[in-house]
């Protein structure tokens, strides 16, 4: 999309609308920035949709990236649990550095459109242990060209999890190609 100066972009996301700041990240790219964090109705909306078009995958967890999927991951996996019986519905995070109280982490390095510098994705060796020989399903916030998704299927394989189902709330245009992935809507990318 060509950019001329426009300062929002509408978003209309699981029937709730917003006006996204548009943000530069180069001299010639801008992207609408879509932070969940801080939005209760945002989160929950979005979680809530993606909790329903998770429902026909057969799965054993969650997992996401920190920081701004977190509570989105969060209220999926409590929109798929059923407190009723008991039955609580598993996450794991991978963090974006090692931290001092990690045993035998794994780790993949990630280059994100939105960072400067390469990024390491990690995941703590007992959340590796949790999920090994396990489905999981892999949620994100906004995916773009698909690198942090591909580092964390890579992480993940090399646990033992295998990826059955792949969900984003958005996905940028013209970036990430993956048919299976479930996604609530496209973002577009600005440039001159």
């Known amino acids: ?52 078009r998770l429902q026909s995958f057969q799965f054993d967890c969650v997992v996401s990236i920190e920081a701004k999927a977190l509570l989105l991951v969060h209220m999926i996996a409590t929109y798929l649990s059923d407190p009723v019986t008991g039955r609580y519905f598993p996450y794991v995070v991978l963090r974006k550095s090692v931290k001092g109280y990690m045993k035998n982490p794994l780790t993949a390095e990630v280059k ?27 949620v994100d916030d906004v995916v773009s060209t698909g690198g ?16 059955v189902a792949r969900a984003t709330v958005l996905l940028e245009e013209a970036g990430y190609q993956n048919p299976a992935l479930i996604s609530l809507g496209t973002l577009p990318i600005f440039t001159r």
């Open 148 to 163: 942090s998704l591909r580092a964390t299927e890579e992480i993940l394989e090399r646990a033992g999890a295998r990826v």
């Open 1 to 52: 999309m060509k950019y001329a100066g426009q300062e929002y972009y509408e978003i209309d996301v699981a029937g709730i609308k917003r006006l996204l700041p548009i943000v530069p990240i180069s001299d010639s790219l801008w992207i609408a920035a879509f932070v969940l964090l801080g939005d209760v109705e945002l989160t929950n909306g979005c979680a809530r949709a993606l909790a329903a």
């Open 112 to 138: 994100s459109i939105t960072t400067a510098s390469v990024q390491s994705l990690v995941l703590d060796g007992p959340d590796a242990d949790r999920i090994r020989g396990k489905r999981v399903a892999v």
